[in-house]
């Protein structure tokens, strides 16, 4: 039963009232994970915090912080920004199409002199937050209407449409599965589902013309590594090297000869789960792994605790996304999934992945402090 | 909560579980597929990583140096910075030979024939693209690495001759290894390893080159070594010290001057060769490098054959040097003796074939001494007769002719002596009596060696012992240690009477050496001149040498050995189309030896006689 005078003392807690009713353990395991990141950075520098480690850290701390700004802030309060955030957040996708840094052979950067700011990263928060926001008021039975699930469909398409134009693949695909997956749990039909993923299988054949050569080239590669072992198939190829040379024990801390020779490409950021699995052996790839799935377990945990749709949906679209993220980036560097250039959260180096992971979880732990707040149907009557 | 919630509330849940499952599907298949990947392949992966690694790298060993009997350096080894290519590790092979071409001299024909050699092999064997670099162009290509992919800078050693044309044609040459002959020792799959092509280098490659070692060495993804794991050393190549004496091949080699000749100094005792002379001769330092085509061409067209090594490859016909072996056949097989006298009236007719003398008006009535003196001919002639073709032949071959000395040279001639089975065999006819008597004076048929006719003059001047030259003292610090030499087996008689004659040849009036004198108190030598004749003039051809050309002059021959009472050294010089051997070669050959003598510090103060050697009374002197 509903205790009004209980949820009205909860909405006047002081900051460290909230603090003491957040998930602790969700905050250990994500720390873990960015200690194991640490610790890869400084190895694969040779055994210094210089050029990576160091900069991670800092990173970390400052998006520790926003993560805890986030998290404080009443889960209303991001339910009200969730549309005008996803517009500007879409805006700014679409800004970079006009005016982007060349960066890698893709336009994916804003650059805002201090730093560069990924719209992507932005979008795919803005995505969760307002497929969420869709479909807080709605039952099942709602979403499973077509004129009804058109609207989220076009708030998933769109962006991820601009996002592929970048183009990022591996974004544009983690923005789409997820996407679909919040739908998904919010209910909609399994027949949009089946009939989705039947006429997606169809659409392989047009997509493929709209592919960029290069992305082709990994695709192929994919298939075939053996294709080109010095080009394309190189990457895959030394990945594949590193991992399995590590066997169940690896080679001992900062003992890759792969990555501390070089062999490995871009070890620091996208194949730097290679590194784990070459120095730490099957073990420590096995430990990252439960690492992950323990914090996905614990994101679920949270998510059944809250009591309004919007939380819900928030984490486990969040979650789903964090699932996304690493899932593509260790089937890639294993030769499962083409390489489509997607980092390790928390662990491989780079700013905008840190900031953006850090702010989502504070979603996820403002949702969480925030559980038992009474959110009306109609988020229109709210405040 | 209404009813709605709650229902929404289970959908969800349900929905999340399943996703959920999904979830930890796929965990399991990341966790299946590392499991695949790190311990089932993982062996097969671990060796992959060691190949990516660690770059076995082969360590030539330095090649062993030669010396002269006193340790001076004849071939020693020099830095020799390069660059090679490895055409696997390039990204754009022309594209870094056009960056090398900035950097180091790269002409066009040399780059096209890289190009085609880097078809031909393959990738992973390196090509040397430039050597003997200097500094400046080494540390230039060092800087500029990072742009140069496949590239590798090397600090090698190549061969170097200080004394080149000198010793050219004793110690031969260096030279890269063939294609196609590069399978066996792996050193032979260097770039830029040379093998002995000719000379001694040939003969003892395989000891000078020693054995290949090996380093592991770690490299990065761009083939920088990070550090060395694991060396093993190879064998050194060893040291060869020749019996040559290097002042004395030098002087020999300049008071040959410019002719077409050889000389060669031996040690009558032991048979070392302290001098072994041909010229004109090659740099061999340019074989090393790469001898151009005109370069090439240069030496083939000339006619005093400077690729020759004429001391053992250029065949003469003896002449009268010959006249000694003749002697010794006579008195031994008791043909002729020291009372067997002959009129000599400057001719001998032979039916109807005129055989001359070369003292046209005849030298009258000689015996044995003075026909050596003398070196009468029409004497020989009727000795020759006496004696016959196979005793002749016998008595030549004990001496020395005939067959190759072996004395480590590849391309040592046998010479041709002849008897009557070898004339059976190669002219199917019997022996007549004009091969006789153009044997008895060393021309027709015969055809001797210079190093065949030194050791003939050794084993006459030694009388006791036929010792057999040789051009190795020692090898990688190991003596080569003298063989036994076999007992001439010459009567003691015989042997004072001819090496009278060859004292009287030099030192009493008549003889046709007279004029060749050592000028050292006390020491007087021993000679045998001989002037062969190259192309038989017709009867009515009346030009004198000096009217000939140069190809159609007689050659000069000169054989010497000293002291008269106890000799230690005999020397041998051919000169070609040098007209008379008195009076070209045998100046050269005294010169040669004089100079041996003073070399010889122990035999100036104390005149003592080496173990072994037997003191003769000489003759009539």
Redesign the interface.
Known sequence: MIDFGFYSDRQSRSILQKLGDMSWTLLFLIIATCLVGFVMLYSVAGGSLEPWAGRQIARFFIGLSLFFIVAIVDVRVWLSISYPFYLFAFVLVVAVEMAGTIGMGAQRWINLGLFQLQPAELMKIGLVLALARFCHGLTPQDISRPLVLIIPILMIVVPTFFVVRQPDLGTAMLMFVGGAGTLFVAGASWIYFLSGGALGLLALIPAWSLLRDYQRDRVLTFLDPGRDPLGAGYHILQSKIALGSGGMFGKGFMQGTQSQLDFLPEKQTDFIFTVLGEEWGLMGGLGLLCLYFLTLMMMYVLALQIRHQFGRLLVLGIALMYFLYLFINIAMVMGLVPVVGEPLPFISYGGTSMMSLLISFGLVMSAYIHRDIEIPRRPGAFG | ?DS?DI???K???R??VT??GM??A??V???G???Y???I??A???M???Q??INIRLLAPPRGLIRDRFGVELATNKQNLRVVLIPEQSDDVTATLDGLAKLVPLGETTRARLLREIRRTRGYIPVSVAENLSWGQFSSVNLNMPDLSGVQPEIGETRHYPFSEITAHTIGYVAPVPEGQTEGDPLLQLPGFRIGKSGLEKTYDLKLRGKAGNSRV?????GRS?RELARQDGDLGAEVVLTLDMELQKYAFERLGGESASAIVIDVQNGDLLAMVSTPAFDPNTFNVGLTNAQWNTYLRNDHKPLTNKCIAGLYAPGSTYKLSVALAGLESGAIDTNFRVFCSGKKQMGNVTFHCWQKNGHGTVDLHDALKGSCDVYFYEAALRIGMDRMAEMSQRLGFGAPLNVGLSDEKAGILPTRAWKKAAHNAPVTQGDLLNAGIGQGFVLATPLQLATMAARVANGVKAISPRLVRSIGGQPVPYEDAPDLGIARSSIAEVQAGAYAVANEPGGTALRVKLDIPGIKLCAKTGTAQVKRLKDGDKRTQEELPWQLRNNALFICWAPHDAPRYAVAVVVEHGMKGSAVAGPIGGDILRQAMLRDPARLAAYETPKGAKTRETGRA
């Not at chain 2, 770690?218 to 761009?222: G, H, K, P, R, W």
């Open positions: 909560m709605r229902e929404r509330t959908a969800l849940t929905r999340a996703l959920g979830k930890a796929l965990f298949v990341l966790a597929r590392m499991y990947l790190q311990v392949d993982g097969q992966y671990q992959l990583a060691e990516n690694r770690e490299v990065d993804a761009f990070i």
